[in-house]
């Protein structure tokens, strides 16, 4: 299972939200790049980019910070965050993004979804499906859709998306703790698609709690790590 720690990026700098709420901010850095390069440093195989502009704007916003930290690694990064066209993929594909995760537009268009596996290959395209109460949200979270989160993730797995990331609403950013039972019925869902956890990591009981679930590929952790309630040397030797 890999660790992905989350650099999430809002004006050029690295920062955390609680529950998506851009007047709940915190700052953690100002250079990415350099922030990225800590991450790698201390074992990470792969880094989680969220242009949170770009959510909340439906374009991308900080694609010269994205540019800055994919040139500076060794290792390679997936991005999601105003990802809405066809050329705003290749943008990022450009910029040197390992992955790109589509959000809010897979619920607008499965015919998107189908084009850009298409155009670039299922290993390269992420469907992110951020729930609240089973419900898929959109545009930074700040509209629910009237997509259930795990007929969401059947239909993009069913036009070859390889990678699904779930994120809980209710638990991210709070540190206590991921909802299990939700991300063991996206995994139930997707059998044959890698599933990426997300939301709620605030202990290394957690981290163990998630690699118990079987066949999960992936678990994003984010505020834990800033706020140092976990390092991740100790999130790493747990799931080898």
């Given at each position: 299972?890999?660790?992905l720690?989350?650099?999430?990026?809002?004006?050029?700098?690295?920062?955390?939200?609680?529950?998506?709420?851009?007047?709940?901010?915190?700052?953690?850095?100002?250079?990415?790049?350099?922030?990225?390069?800590?991450?790698?440093?201390?074992?990470?195989?792969?880094?989680?980019?969220?242009?949170?502009?770009?959510?909340?704007?439906?374009?991308?916003?900080?694609?010269?910070?994205?540019?800055?930290?994919?040139?500076?690694?060794?290792?390679?990064?997936?991005?999601?965050?105003?990802?809405?066209?066809?050329?705003?993929?290749?943008?990022?594909?450009?910029?040197g993004?390992?992955?790109?995760?589509?959000?809010?537009?897979?619920?607008?268009?499965?015919?998107?979804i189908?084009?850009?596996?298409?155009?670039?290959?299922?290993?390269?395209?992420?469907?992110?499906?951020?729930?609240?109460?089973?419900?898929?949200?959109?545009?930074?979270w700040?509209?629910?859709s009237?997509?259930?989160?795990?007929?969401?993730?059947?239909?993009?797995?069913?036009?070859?998306?390889?990678?699904?990331?779930?994120?809980?609403?209710?638990?991210?950013?709070?540190?206590?703790?991921?909802?299990?039972?939700?991300?063991?019925?996206?995994?139930?869902?997707?059998?044959?698609?890698?599933?990426?956890?997300?939301?709620?990591?605030?202990?290394?009981?957690?981290?163990?709690?998630?690699?118990?679930?079987?066949?999960?590929?992936?678990?994003?952790?984010?505020?834990?790590?800033?706020?140092?309630?976990?390092?991740?040397?100790?999130?790493?030797?747990?799931?080898?």
């Open positions: 299972m890999l660790i720690p989350a650099i999430d990026l809002m004006d050029g700098q690295v920062v955390r939200l609680e529950q998506g709420r851009a007047d709940r901010k915190t700052v953690y850095h100002t250079d990415p790049a350099a922030m990225a390069l800590q991450w790698q440093e201390q074992g990470a195989g792969c880094l989680h980019l969220v242009d949170l502009d770009g959510a909340f704007h439906g374009k991308l916003k900080n694609l010269g910070a994205v540019r800055a930290i994919t040139s500076a690694l060794r290792i390679p990064c997936e991005l999601g965050g105003g990802l809405r066209t066809m050329d705003a993929l290749e943008q990022v594909f450009a910029a993004v390992a992955r790109a995760i589509i959000g809010s537009k897979a619920c607008e268009s499965l015919d998107f189908r084009q850009a596996v298409q155009a670039f290959g299922g290993d390269r395209i992420a469907v992110g499906i951020d729930a609240k109460d089973g419900k898929v949200a959109i545009k930074g700040v509209e629910l009237s997509w259930d989160a795990l007929d969401l993730a059947r239909e993009v797995a069913s036009l070859g998306v390889r990678t699904v990331i779930y994120t809980d609403i209710s638990t991210d950013g709070m540190l206590a703790g991921p909802n299990l039972a939700a991300q063991q019925a996206m995994r139930t869902a997707i059998p044959g698609t890698q599933l990426i956890a997300s939301g709620g990591v605030g202990t290394l009981d957690d981290i163990r709690s998630l690699h118990a679930i079987n066949g999960l590929y992936g678990v994003i952790v984010g505020k834990a790590l800033y706020d140092g309630k976990i390092d991740l040397p100790s999130c790493l030797s747990i799931t080898r």
